[in-house]
Nanobody, 122 residues
Framework: QVQLVESGGGLVQPGGSLRLSCAAS????????IGWFRQVPGKEREFVAR???????LYAHSVKGRFTISRDNAKNTVYLQMNSLKPEDTAVYYC????????????????WGQGTQVTVSS
């Protein structure tokens, strides 16, 4: 069974940090692009970051310099380190996977996790 499971969300004050994890099972992890997306109720799902199997990364402009995506193929896990968090980062964060070299369109990703809530508030 192909599965992505996110963890690490929670409540953090502005300026704080969180690290999200995405654990994959049932797929040849090293062959997939893994992406992070986020969504606020009433808004479209937004691209955050993605990493290729070659460790090439891409970030949304809004998070560049604050977020870092990385992967550990031995553990079938991708991480999203989020620093200098802002209230506008509040959202449900989703991990997604797709075969090959993908970019920022959520349409290209065909495997999704259940999401983890991140709330940035004082």
């Amino acid at each position: 069974q192909v599965q992505l499971v996110e963890s690490g969300g929670g409540l953090v004050q502005p300026g704080g940090s969180l690290r999200l994890s995405c654990a994959a099972s049932g797929l040849t992890f090293s062959s997939y692009t893994i992406g992070w997306f986020r969504q606020v109720p009433g808004k479209e799902r937004e691209f955050v970051a993605r990493i290729w199997r070659t460790d090439n990364t891409l970030y949304a402009h809004s998070v560049k310099g604050r977020f870092t995506i990385s992967r550990d193929n031995a553990k079938n896990t991708v991480y999203l380190q989020m620093n200098s968090l802002k209230p506008e980062d509040t959202a449900v964060y989703y991990c997604a996977a797709g075969p090959g070299l993908l970019y920022s369109s959520h349409i290209s990703y065909n495997i999704w996790g259940q999401g983890t809530q991140v709330t940035v508030s004082s």
